[in-house]
């Protein structure tokens, strides 16, 4: 079974402009999550979907939105990029019906200058 | 506000001993559940061990184990017989009011880098 993949694995991005990110959670998973990491932050729970419904979301700006596909396929979205936006973008998918386990991507390494 | 305390931000171990990571957590929900992940230097999350509050008996996967004191609050991760492999960053995590169907949300803790000396 392949494992949650996510697209970029890098990206360099200008400040004010706009990325999106993607993630293809497993075969079968209906969940996905997804987590900024900073070294001063740590990580932070931005949303979750489950069946192309916002379940929960983070203390954010409303910069930072997400959808999902009816596929379960994720995307998030970040507009007018600052500096403070570098991070490591992880998305976590899981079947979404009470299993604990939550399976992580490689995550997108986002870098704004 | 349920919240997750790594107090350790390193921690050396030699190899083939084994090493014991803190993890205290607050919340208010009798319902939860605690992970722990381990993050090497590309950056995936991997999943090591996980425990849910109603269990009676600790966890273990493994080399993994985790030391449930609930009444103090604390799941330390336990990993025995350490590996060169071993060295990474490690994550506790909590899972706030587990309900079917209801948010898989983390709280991640701060992590402790764990370096494993040959």
């Known amino acids: 079974k392949a494992g949650v993949t996510q697209t970029p694995r890098y990206l360099i991005k200008t400040r004010g402009q706009q990325v999106t990110l993607s993630c293809s959670p497993i075969?079968?998973?209906?969940?996905v999550s997804w987590y900024q990491q900073t070294p001063g932050q740590g990580l932070q729970f931005l949303f979750e979907y489950f069946s192309e419904t916002q379940r929960n979301k983070g203390n954010f700006p409303g910069r930072f939105s997400g959808r999902q596909f009816s596929n379960s396929r994720s995307e998030m979205n970040v507009s007018t990029l600052e500096l403070g936006d570098s991070a490591l973008y992880l998305c976590?998918?899981?079947?979404?019906?009470?299993?604990?386990?939550?399976?992580f991507g490689p995550g997108t390494r986002l870098t704004v200058t | 506000a349920q919240k997750i305390t790594q107090t350790q931000p390193g921690m050396f171990v030699q190899e083939k001993e084994a090493v014991t990571l803190d993890c205290t957590y607050d919340t208010s929900d009798p319902s939860y559940g605690l992970f722990w992940y381990k993050q090497p230097s590309s950056g995936e999350m991997i999943f090591l061990i996980y425990?849910?509050?109603?269990?009676?008996q600790n966890a273990t996967e493994g080399r993994y184990s985790l030391n449930f004191q609930k009444a103090r609050k604390s799941a330390n991760l336990v990993i025995s017989a350490s590996q060169l492999g071993d060295s990474a960053m490690y994550f506790c995590?909590?899972?706030?009011?587990?309900?079917?169907?209801?948010?898989?949300?983390?709280?991640f803790g701060k992590g402790t880098k764990l370096t494993v000396n040959p």
């Open positions: 976590a998918s899981s079947p979404g019906t009470g299993a604990y386990e939550q399976y």
């Open positions: 075969s079968g998973h209906r969940s």
């Open positions: 995590a909590m899972r706030p009011k587990i309900t079917q169907g209801g948010s898989e949300k983390l709280v």
């Open positions: 425990q849910g509050s109603y269990d009676q």
